[in-house]
């Protein structure tokens, strides 16, 4: 069995060498020449066993090692080891690579594969087909030079990566572009998918809330009309009073139950946004300031003044009075609400609204932002109002959603409800300093 070279066999080789040279030499009567010449030989011996080795590196492709002798054996069926190893390894290796390509391939997306100088280094079959590329014809090309449209290399040269990128092809073909990076050694990673179908089944339904809102807004501002009519006309029996009233506030609901869905539907479709500074600590205080039941809650808060945010003024608008407000429409007279703007760290700002009211069950906390949920009628202030619409939540959901944050909402029974949310904060502008 084969080992590894060791210090002994190296001197038994030199040894032996040695030996036989001096035996030879002392025989001879020329000790030292003979002895010269055993050396001279041994060197050139390894000096051939070197050249084997180095032409079968170096020039012959075959995986088994030329014939050796003495302490060159186990040296060359070690390489050879390593070889047969580094060899499954690089068959291992390419199957594997193999085997995520024909993954990409199946995959319905288009996938690219870029260097850090934005050349093509890899793209699936469904890139070819989506974005007119060519594999391997294009490989080492600059992608803004395959891909031109403005918008994309001006995106590509920002490299601000967080938000997809998405471009309308031809004037009906909407692609979604998504990017990874750094992605293996600073190299991008592409993903595009063909969202024309989405793009025209956003397209219907802000059509068909707008027919929706036109349909129904027309007709419901007639039956207002004529229920006020009726109601100043006067002279109507208990029963007829009742009647006009519960149809008078079921025509009011009705009609904000509309509005609510036009907002929906505008902050879910809206791709682009006005952002702005906003002054959070002053959009609180006016919630406070106007406030129309401060007769009937203990309204108290904590509001660190100063506190600027970024982002769409009526979104954030529609967020803390939905929030203010839904503490009092769902709890009795008497419930004590506090209201809070307050710093998180050095560079966060919290909105939350705390009420002292039942609580919510836990059962119902992960369905307070779907559309149209209610926990229960017996939760709102006013048992004769049918309440909201079920859609304050979704819509603060939505929007929190677009400004890169989200609700937190916690719960107790019998305890009261925390609702909340947490936004990255801004230095306020210089106007609104020289003013302080």
Same mark, same amino acid.
């Given at each position: 069995?084969?080992?590894?070279l060791t210090l ?14 001096a035996l030879?030499g002392?025989?001879?009567g020329?000790f030292?020449?003979v002895?010269?010449?055993g ?10 066993q070197l050249?084997?080795l ?8 075959r995986l ?6 003495g302490t060159?054996l186990?040296i060359f069926? @070690? ?5 047969k190893k580094?060899?499954?390894e ?5 199957e594997r690579?193999?085997y ?6 199946a995959?319905?997306d288009?996938?690219m594969?870029?260097d850090?100088k934005?050349?093509l280094?890899w793209?699936?079959?469904q890139a070819?087909?989506? %974005?007119?590329?060519?594999?391997p014809?294009d ?6 030079n ?7 290399s001006n ?10 990128l998405k471009?309308?092809v031809?004037?009906h073909?909407h ?8 992605y293996?050694?600073?190299?991008l990673?592409?993903i595009a ?13 802000q ?10 807004r027309?007709?419901l501002?007639?039956?207002k ?17 009742k009647?006009?009233?519960h ?14 869905l036009?907002?929906l539907s505008?902050?879910e479709?809206a791709?682009e946004?006005?952002?702005?500074a906003?002054?959070l600590?002053?959009? @609180?205080e ?5 406030c129309?039941?401060?007769?009937e ?6 509001i660190?003044?100063n ?6 003024l009526?979104?954030?608008k529609?967020?803390?009075?939905n929030l203010f407000y ?5 709890n009795?007279v008497?419930?004590?609400?506090h ?8 560079y966060?700002?919290?909105?939350s609204v705390t009420d ?6 836990e059962a119902? %906390?992960?369905?307070?932002?779907e ?5 229960s009628e017996s939760?709102?202030?006013?048992a004769?109002?049918d309440g909201?619409?079920g859609l304050?939540l979704a819509i603060?959901?939505?929007a929190?959603?677009?400004?890169g944050?989200e %609700?937190t909402?916690e ?10 949310f ?5 230095e ?7 003013t302080?």
């Amino acid at each position: 069995m084969l080992r590894s070279l060791t210090l002994k066999r190296i001197l038994l080789e030199i040894g032996g060498v040695l030996l036989v040279s001096a035996l030879i030499g002392w025989v001879s009567g020329a000790f030292f020449f003979v002895l010269f010449l055993g050396m001279l030989g041994l060197a050139l011996w390894h000096y051939l066993q070197l050249r084997k080795l180095s032409h079968w590196l170096w020039e012959e492709n075959r995986l088994f090692p030329p014939d050796g002798r003495g302490t060159w054996l186990p040296i060359f069926h @070690g390489l050879h080891r390593m070889r047969k190893k580094q060899r499954e390894e690089r068959n291992r290796l390419a199957e594997r690579v193999s085997y995520l390509r024909r993954g990409a391939e199946a995959i319905p997306d288009a996938v690219m594969l870029c260097d850090a100088k934005g050349r093509l280094e890899w793209c699936n079959h469904q890139a070819e087909t989506l %974005l007119g590329l060519r594999w391997p014809q294009d490989q080492e090309q600059l992608l803004t030079n395959l891909i031109r449209y403005p918008e994309f290399s001006n995106y590509l040269k920002l490299r601000q990566f967080e938000t997809p990128l998405k471009l309308t092809v031809d004037g009906h073909l909407h692609i979604e572009f998504r990017f990874v990076y750094p992605y293996i050694e600073y190299n991008l990673l592409i993903i595009a998918r063909n969202i024309t179908e989405t793009a025209k089944l956003e397209q219907m339904r802000q059509n068909f809330f707008a027919n929706v809102n036109h349909e129904l807004r027309v007709p419901l501002t007639v039956i207002k009309g004529y229920l006020e009519m009726l109601d100043d006309m006067g002279g109507h029996s208990s029963f007829e009073e009742k009647a006009i009233s519960h149809m008078s506030s079921q025509a009011d609901r009705l009609y904000a139950l509309v509005q609510q869905l036009m907002k929906l539907s505008k902050i879910e479709s809206a791709t682009e946004r006005d952002k702005t500074a906003i002054n959070l600590s002053q959009m @609180g205080e006016t919630l406070i300031h106007e406030c129309p039941h401060h007769e009937e809650y203990p309204i108290t808060s904590h509001i660190v003044p100063n506190l600027w945010i970024e982002g769409d003024l009526e979104e954030i608008k529609q967020v803390t009075t939905n929030l203010f407000y839904n503490a009092i429409l769902h709890n009795e007279v008497g419930t004590p609400i506090h209201l809070a703007v307050e710093p998180v760290g050095e560079y966060e700002v919290r909105f939350s609204v705390t009420d002292k009211g039942r609580g919510i069950d836990e059962a119902h %906390l992960a369905h307070l932002t779907e559309r149209f949920y209610r926990v229960s009628e017996s939760r709102k202030r006013d048992a004769k109002n049918d309440g909201g619409s079920g859609l304050g939540l979704a819509i603060v959901k939505h929007a929190l959603q677009n400004h890169g944050s989200e %609700l937190t909402v916690e719960s107790t029974l019998g305890k009261g409800s925390t609702f909340s949310f947490v936004m990255k904060s801004i230095e306020p502008p210089a106007t609104s300093k020289k003013t302080n």
